[in-house]
């Protein structure tokens, strides 16, 4: 209700904004200030704001359609932010702020300020504005980094809520710009906070392995303004990329081509060898992308971040490797050791980071191909890509919240996932930052703005004139990248081990120390003096002497906040968890009774910190061993120039290692220089076999592995067990919720390739199968595309992959082409039946359904011969299809062909004596045809048989 004092409500409201966010108060006008709206009493009893607006109806600052004091929208047990969008007359903010006591943060968005110091008058929001958790946006731009920095650490590991003030929102379309501004905001750093909390030990460990042997790398600074000038064109692997992949050839050698990893296969296929393959995801599957094309790495370069996955730079035999870093601390601290100074933006997707490298390579124009960005066709990818995700984008499809409509590339609206549309913003930023031009030339998807749409064989006509020598470019830029020594690098990872040893110690010290104070205050009585232990020198002697240690070693590892930056990663669900904890000793430090508690929970807070710290610091030290180790091996078996050719068997024990670490490409010329050693020739032909069947040159593998068998039979067995662990590993990968069941089936079938018995894959191909084909037969009269479409797949993949064809017992086939023509037949296109059914027989020539499928096909053509021909060949093979000579001859009946239809009921007795009723079906040909003595015939010899009264 309106307050009967409102100038002491103003008073009170500005008193407490000037205490609690000053920089808020400084804008408030005068109070004399006249302001917009009438101030209206509401049925409910609550003050609102009426304001009239121009040439319309008036607008009540109160959502009538919410109930602004309902806080339903926030689950109970919430602890994370909340944002208001527009704050109306505060009711909303007043009830989160007493009835959500875990709420960590609420966040209001006013972007009227006259609004907002006009419900200061009316409304006393003092729960409010002296509430901590309170942050206070007004204006239509607010700085988000400044504003929400006090919650980024809530916004990176709780969840979040929001809503919209609507009356607000119909007043003034600022409420909309801002809303969409403050959502991407949040939701980039809510995704990316929840990614490193699921994914932060993986980004963390992939790193580390990376950092074991990237010296032997290049950094991309050598890149920089490699190709100033020249025309860049950035491969994508949308769908549209179908449509003009096969001009790409004529741009190779006059600009410089870089891909995503998934559109390696497409272009393969169609004779194109890209310049450059950028590559980032951080799961091992992911490399599965590129996987089949190693023996096509000739002339490529792999641009890759730290954090990829730990196979696609150790093991595909790319030409060479550049490694691009971003600001991160972890990445930072590598790159400075590794001798490198520059930095690149956090790419969010391969994509982006094409991007990146033809703006630091000083290309001009930047030109876009398969960038679809896009739902716009039935397909997710470019044909050929290997990891697809078409059943995720078709449920985003059914899911009308997770789809975007954008302007598409060749005008009007086109769908897209929350995903795409957040690469589409992205590059968006990018380019808009840039001078360009930028020229996109993908046929299909969503409109990138900044970008002018051409198209590719324009672009290649017009732009890529000129040769581009860009190996000798990439050579360049690999002899220019910063080098520094093993020695260098193990004398600087030498201190970093000594620091973590010193830290450790620490560790054992503060906890034994915080385990100390914990038992001291716990023996202590409820009102033993607790109320005025606001200050440790307040505590009894022997506890506060202990605080003080504790509180002494707890700076020390504080001090050290390089350590703990660059392990981020890994110390994140640490900080979801001591966040919580020390929320919770917010609200008890208000209550005087409850000191002591306060103090042992802020002791168990420092404890889980302090554990977590010493967990997180001896895995770091485990994989700094590691990295050490290896080095010791590569300084005692790789000599420096003039030094000699060094021990034979520590060379080979560190391409073993090497092996073992999954370094494939660093183990492969050490191997191959052992190929006819007297001692380890054995070994080399096994380990040459094993690296040949990680780049799919299977011809080479068996070859390795024959020698290797035919000089020890006891490597079969080593063989053996190794590619069981290749097809364990592909039959993990194809269980993976984000690829769709056509990618699953082809990594089950890759898994099979390399152990033709493994039981787990055969099972599972057999359920997948299975559940299809069950699936496809209920598809085929309700929807016989969607059928046609995965009969389709698994008859491309039984063409294309022998080994699928003998997991099953008999040939499939001919069922799968059954049912193709089944389908067809539904559609009413009998002819392209006919063909299918004709490829079903060509698989079993002696199945009886399958000539009864054609006949029908044949039939349907008003081809009765050969309709009679597969009839009589499926009554052959088996007698119960006679019946369906009684079919034809009711369906030739109806269309008063009584010539046939006799010659049909005729067929069906004679191979099916025991059906009568074919008899009298025939003595009512006979009538139709005028002959009566014939039609009396067959009707007596029908009484006869069936014991009917004359």
């Not at 109970?76 to 909340?82: E, M, N, P, Q, S």
């Not at 506890?543 to 981020?568: F, P």
């Not at 000699?644 to 090497?658: E, N, S, V, W």
Request: glycine share 6%; charged share 25%; aromatic share 10%.
């Amino acid at each position: 209700m309106t307050d009967k004092n409102p100038h002491d409500i103003f008073r009170r409201n500005l008193a407490l904004l000037k205490k609690n966010h000053p920089h808020i108060h400084a804008l408030s006008p005068p109070e004399a200030r006249v302001f917009k709206g009438e101030i209206v009493t509401l049925s409910n009893g609550h003050s609102a704001i009426k304001l009239q607006k121009t040439n319309s109806e008036p607008v009540i600052l109160y959502d009538q359609t919410t109930n602004e004091s309902d806080t339903g929208f926030v689950p109970d047990d919430f602890y994370g932010l909340i944002y208001l969008i527009g704050m109306g007359m505060g009711y909303t903010a007043l009830s989160l702020v007493r009835q959500k006591p875990d709420m960590r943060f609420l966040a209001i968005f006013e972007p009227d300020t006259e609004i907002f110091f006009q419900v200061l008058h009316v409304i006393d929001l003092t729960p409010v504005l002296s509430d901590p958790r309170v942050l206070i946006s007004i204006g239509e731009n607010p700085d988000l980094n400044r504003f929400l920095a006090p919650a980024r650490n809530v916004l990176m590991t709780e969840s979040l809520c929001y809503r919209k003030h609507l009356p607000s929102f119909s007043m003034n379309p600022a409420y909309e710009r801002l809303s969409k501004t403050v959502f991407d905001y949040t939701s980039f750093h809510l995704i990316s906070g929840g990614t490193i909390t699921s994914y932060g030990s993986l980004f963390f460990r992939n790193r580390l392995s990376h950092f074991m042997t990237m010296h032997h790398h290049a950094l991309f600074e050598g890149l920089k303004n490699r190709f100033p000038g020249k025309p860049a064109i950035l491969v994508g692997a949308g769908p549209s990329l179908n449509k003009n992949i096969q001009y790409l050839k004529y741009a190779k050698g006059k600009a410089v081509i870089i891909a995503v990893d998934s559109a390696l296969p497409a272009l393969v296929h169609h004779q194109v060898t890209p310049d450059f393959v950028t590559t980032m995801d951080a799961f091992d599957f992911s490399y599965e992308k590129i996987a089949d094309q190693a023996i096509y790495g000739k002339g490529v370069s792999l641009i890759c971040t730290p954090t990829v996955n730990v196979k696609a730079p150790k093991i595909f035999p790319a030409d060479h490797v550049f490694w691009a870093f971003t600001n991160h601390q972890a990445d930072t601290w590598m790159n400075t050791r590794m001798g490198g100074a520059s930095t690149i933006e956090g790419a969010e997707t391969v994509a982006h980071l094409n991007l990146f490298f033809a703006l630091i390579m000083g290309c001009s124009p930047i030109i876009f191909v398969g960038q679809d960005l896009a739902y716009s066709t039935s397909e997710s990818h470019a044909a050929h890509t290997v990891l697809s995700s078409k059943n995720l984008m078709e449920n985003d499809l059914k899911s009308n919240n997770k789809v975007v409509w954008v302007k598409g590339v060749a005008g009007g609206s086109v769908p897209t996932g929350l995903a795409y549309y957040n690469m589409k913003r992205f590059f968006e930023e990018i380019i808009r930052r840039n001078p360009g031009p930028f020229l996109n030339a993908t046929e299909g998807g969503a409109h990138i703005e900044g970008t002018a749409v051409v198209s590719l064989k324009q672009v290649i006509q017009e732009v890529c004139v000129n040769f581009i020598d860009v190996t000798r470019q990439v050579k360049e830029a690999v002899k220019e990248s910063p080098k520094r020594t093993i020695e260098a690098i193990w004398g600087e990872l030498s201190v970093e081990m000594e620091k973590i040893s010193h830290l450790l110690q620490v560790l054992e010290e503060v906890l034994q120390t915080s385990g100390q104070i914990a038992a001291a205050l716990s023996r202590l009585g409820h009102d033993e003096g607790n109320a005025e232990w606001r200050m440790i020198e307040n505590m009894p002697r022997n506890i506060a002497t202990l605080m003080m240690k504790s509180e002494a070693l707890n700076n020390q590892l504080d001090a050290v906040i390089n350590i703990w930056e660059k392990l981020t990663e890994l110390t994140i669900p640490c900080l979801k968890e001591s966040e919580r904890m020390r929320h919770e000793m917010t609200r008890m430090e208000r209550d005087s009774g409850r000191r002591s508690t306060w103090w042992i929970k802020r002791e168990e807070r420092l404890a889980y910190i302090n554990q977590f710290r010493k967990s997180v610091l001896i895995e770091y030290q485990a994989h700094l061993n590691k990295i050490l180790a290896t080095y010791e091996k590569e300084r005692l078996a790789l000599p420096s120039a003039g030094e000699g050719p060094g021990d034979a068997k520590r060379l080979f024990d560190l391409a073993i290692h090497y092996f073992n670490q999954g370094e494939l490409m660093l183990a492969k010329p050490i191997f191959e220089g052992f190929k006819s050693h007297e001692t380890y020739g054995t070994e080399t032909a096994f380990y040459l076999g094993a690296i040949a069947l990680n780049h799919s040159a299977y011809e080479e593998a068996n070859t390795y592995f024959e020698r290797a068998r035919s000089l020890d039979a006891a490597m079969a067995d080593k063989e053996k067990r190794y590619t069981a662990t290749l097809a364990e590993n592909y039959f993990e990968y194809s269980l993976r919720p984000d690829i769709d069941k056509a990618a699953s089936r082809r990594l089950l079938v890759k898994g099979l390739g390399f152990a033709s018995g493994y039981g787990p894959i055969i099972e599972a191909l057999k359920t997948q199968f299975d559940d299809d084909f069950k699936n496809m037969e209920e598809q085929i009269q309700s929807r016989p595309d969607e059928a046609i479409l995965v009969i389709n797949s698994w008859i491309d993949d039984f063409s294309s992959y022998p080994e699928l064809k003998r997991c099953f017992n008999t040939d499939r086939m001919g069922e799968l082409y059954a049912l193709y023509g089944r389908a067809l037949m539904g559609k009413g296109a009998f002819e392209d039946a006919e063909r299918k059914f004709s490829k079903a027989i060509e698989h079993d020539k002696n199945n009886a359904y399958l000539h009864a499928l054609i006949a029908d096909a044949y039939f349907a053509q008003d081809k009765y011969n050969l309709g009679v021909m597969h009839l009589n060949k499926a009554v052959e093979i088996d007698r119960a299809y006679a019946a369906c000579w009684e079919d034809i001859g009711g369906a030739l009946f109806e269309q008063q062909q009584y010539g046939d239809a006799l010659s049909a009921f005729e067929m069906c007795f004679k191979f099916m004596p025991e059906k009568s009723e074919c008899l009298k079906k025939m003595g009512e040909c006979y009538e139709k045809l005028g002959q009566p003595e014939a039609a009396e015939e067959a009707y007596r010899h029908y009484r006869r048989l069936s014991d009917a009264p004359q």
